[in-house]
């Protein structure tokens, strides 16, 4: 057979409840990403590795957990520096090294190498130079993107090292707080101001991506590609075009959704007009659950929730943060209408590309991925690809789950939804520091996923032996570095962090 080709397309902050294939009770039909459920694999039980933007797109590309980065908590900004270590293999440079046409278009949000006109001054920037560091240093062999998020300065387009058009302008609102109304601009369509290229247009980014990954298929039809589309929808600025604008029939944001529906079909297209779709592998997912930038009020009154029927949303470690959709389509060899309840994870597309080349990866390569190969080709047993999975929210707060249950090492959402971190007491009442003590129920979290998938009761305090199985299972994948089987490897920077100090009372 031949190699397949692969696009990874990438929602940012698309909730699991936003594909009608999976929500019953969604206000809109997503007509795409139901054929591709239809088509290929659809999974019920997927995350991303972070409830967040760059932690969760560092995990895909590297197979590695975003806390074994230097960023231990939160996420990059567009003037921020590259995350991705220089040596680090990475799924493109892997696929690269086996013969692969690589291309990234799109959000990269993993930082750039800007050249700066005052080294101390990392806005400083000088848009007439070459980048030193992009995604063409980390295996990709064509980028055109921008360095993050559409609501994050700079507003250019970088095309492998150099800006495309130099700024003209400074567009957007001064400052971005979210418990006041401090500019006009802040509402679904936000973007923080700053420099913009003179061929930049906030409404245009998406469609033009979405061109040039056409265009790009076409370049590559004859050899086998690896295209990531990192989208910039649906997140925050949410600017449908007016072809969608209402659409929905709900909100801004629901028409954004649409707009994201239509590119997978617009993709699918241009593969069976080339006569590539039947092996070519597609895979639709979203680095983590939906904002409510999106309002979810809003959209509740058309009776729709973004999050379906877990708790929480984008930046929490509730399953609303990190469980999101995953759709996988491959003619050549994924049965149609296939639907796994197998939980899996994003990290895992680096083993599962290792294991289609047939390869076995390097002990110091993609220590946290697991290849899903087995589950898209029913070939898996009673056992569960994974042992457990880890779980990361914006402030750095841990969560592992192995079976029904799951353990999270915080009192509160660990983000943005009640109880938010600045509300609920995290220090232990008892003051016993002993392996054996009696655990503050409300220390930490313990669900039994099976009985209260809404994370409704904690159960911490019925079930000890549990929470120490658990806790003993993410100390030991911490301190080795890894959670495959290899050689135990080095996490980037300290041995220890703030999020992490817990550690030692329990070694």
């Given at each position: 057979?031949?190699?397949?080709n692969i696009?990874?397309?990438l929602?940012?902050?698309?909730?699991?409840?936003?594909?009608?294939?999976?929500?019953?009770?969604?206000?809109?039909?997503?007509?795409?990403?139901?054929?591709m459920?239809?088509?290929?694999i659809s999974?019920?039980?997927?995350?991303?590795s972070s409830s967040?933007?760059?932690?969760?797109?560092?995990s895909?590309?590297t197979?590695?957990?975003?806390?074994?980065?230097?960023?231990?908590?939160?996420?990059?900004?567009?003037?921020?520096?590259p995350?991705?270590?220089d040596?680090?293999?990475?799924?493109?440079?892997y696929l690269?090294?086996?013969?692969y046409?690589?291309?990234?278009?799109?959000k990269?949000?993993?930082?750039?190498?800007w050249?700066?006109k005052?080294p101390?001054?990392k806005?400083?920037?000088?848009f007439?130079k070459?980048?030193?560091?992009?995604?063409?240093?980390?295996?990709?062999?064509?980028?055109?993107?921008?360095?993050?998020?559409?609501?994050?300065?700079?507003?250019?387009?970088?095309?492998?090292r150099?800006v495309t058009a130099?700024?003209?302008?400074?567009?957007?609102?001064?400052?971005?707080?979210?418990?006041e109304?401090?500019?006009?601009?802040?509402?679904k369509?936000?973007?923080?101001?700053?420099?913009?290229?003179a061929?930049?247009v906030?409404e245009?980014?998406?469609?033009?991506?979405t061109?040039?990954?056409?265009?790009q298929?076409?370049?590559?039809q004859?050899?086998?590609?690896?295209?990531?589309f990192?989208?910039?929808?649906?997140?925050?600025?949410?600017l449908?075009?007016?072809e969608?604008?209402?659409?929905?029939?709900t909100?801004?944001?629901?028409?954004?959704?649409?707009m994201?529906?239509?590119?997978?079909?617009?993709?699918?297209?241009?593969?069976?007009?080339?006569?590539?779709?039947?092996n070519?592998?597609?895979i639709?997912t979203?680095?983590?659950?939906c904002?409510?930038?999106?309002?979810?009020?809003e959209l509740?009154?058309?009776?729709?929730?973004p999050?379906?029927i877990?708790?929480?949303h984008?930046?929490?470690?509730?399953?609303?943060g990190?469980?999101?959709?995953?759709i996988?389509?491959?003619?050549n060899?994924?049965?149609?209408g296939?639907?796994?309840?197998?939980?899996?994870?994003?990290?895992?597309?680096?083993a599962?590309?290792?294991?289609?080349?047939?390869?076995?990866?390097?002990?110091?390569?993609?220590?946290?991925s697991?290849?899903?190969l087995?589950?898209?080709?029913?070939?898996?047993?009673?056992?569960?690809?994974?042992?457990?999975?880890?779980?990361h929210?914006?402030n750095?707060?841990?969560?592992?789950?192995k079976?029904k249950?799951?353990?999270?090492?915080?009192?509160?959402?660990?983000?943005w939804?009640?109880?938010t971190?600045?509300?609920?007491?995290?220090?232990?009442?008892?003051?016993?520091?002993s392996?054996?003590?009696?655990?503050?129920?409300?220390?930490i979290q313990?669900y039994?996923?099976?009985e209260?998938?809404?994370?409704?009761?904690?159960?911490?305090?019925?079930?000890?032996?549990?929470?120490?199985e658990l806790?003993?299972l993410?100390?030991?994948?911490?301190?080795?570095?890894r959670s495959?089987?290899?050689?135990?490897q080095?996490?980037?920077?300290?041995?220890r962090w703030k999020?992490?100090?817990?550690?030692?009372e329990?070694?």
């Open positions: 057979m031949d190699r397949p696009i990874y397309i929602a940012d902050d698309m909730g699991y409840g936003d594909v009608s294939y999976f929500n019953e009770k969604a206000a809109f039909k997503t007509p795409n990403f139901d054929k459920c239809e088509n290929g999974f019920t039980d997927a995350h991303a967040v933007c760059t932690p969760s797109r560092y895909i590309l197979g590695r957990y975003n806390w074994r980065s230097n960023l231990k908590e939160g996420v990059l900004f567009g003037y921020d520096t995350l991705i270590e040596v680090r293999t990475t799924v493109a440079s690269k090294d086996k013969g046409k690589t291309a990234c278009i799109g990269w949000h993993l930082g750039f190498e050249m700066l005052n101390s001054d806005e400083s920037i000088d007439t070459e980048l030193i560091n992009t995604p063409i240093d980390h295996g990709f062999d064509y980028f055109y993107g921008i360095a993050g998020s559409l609501d994050m300065p700079p507003y250019v387009y970088v095309e492998n150099s130099l700024p003209n302008r400074e567009e957007g609102c001064e400052t971005f707080t979210s418990n109304l401090s500019c006009q601009a802040y509402n369509a936000f973007f923080r101001k700053g420099p913009t290229g061929d930049f906030h245009e980014t998406l469609p033009n991506f061109d040039r990954v056409l265009n298929i076409e370049k590559y004859d050899d086998p590609f690896f295209i990531y990192p989208l910039t929808a649906p997140h925050t600025p949410i449908p075009t007016k969608f604008q209402g659409k929905s029939g909100n801004e944001y629901g028409d954004f959704v649409l994201c529906d239509d590119i997978v079909g617009k993709i699918q297209n241009k593969l069976d007009e080339l006569g590539i779709a039947d070519t592998i597609v639709y979203s680095d983590n659950g904002s409510p930038m999106a309002n979810f009020p509740a009154q058309y009776g729709h929730n999050s379906y877990y708790r929480g984008k930046a929490d470690i509730y399953e609303g990190h469980r999101i959709p995953l996988v389509t491959w003619p060899s994924i049965r149609p296939i639907q796994s309840h197998e939980p899996v994870c994003l990290c895992d597309l680096f599962t590309v290792a294991d289609l080349m047939g390869d076995t990866l390097e002990d110091n390569t993609a220590e946290d697991v290849s899903n087995p589950i898209w080709l029913e070939q898996n047993g009673a056992e569960p690809v994974r042992e457990a999975l880890v779980h929210s914006i750095g707060s841990f969560s592992i789950r079976g249950w799951k353990l999270e090492m915080c009192p509160d959402s660990g983000g939804s009640a109880p971190p600045q509300s609920t007491p995290v220090d232990n009442p008892n003051g016993d520091s392996n054996n003590r009696q655990i503050d129920e409300n220390a313990l039994d996923l099976d209260d998938v809404r994370e409704r009761f904690n159960v911490s305090h019925l079930y000890p032996e549990v929470v120490n806790r003993n993410l100390i030991k994948y911490i301190v080795e570095g495959t089987k290899g050689a135990p080095l996490n980037t920077g300290d041995d999020q992490i100090e817990w550690i030692d329990f070694i």
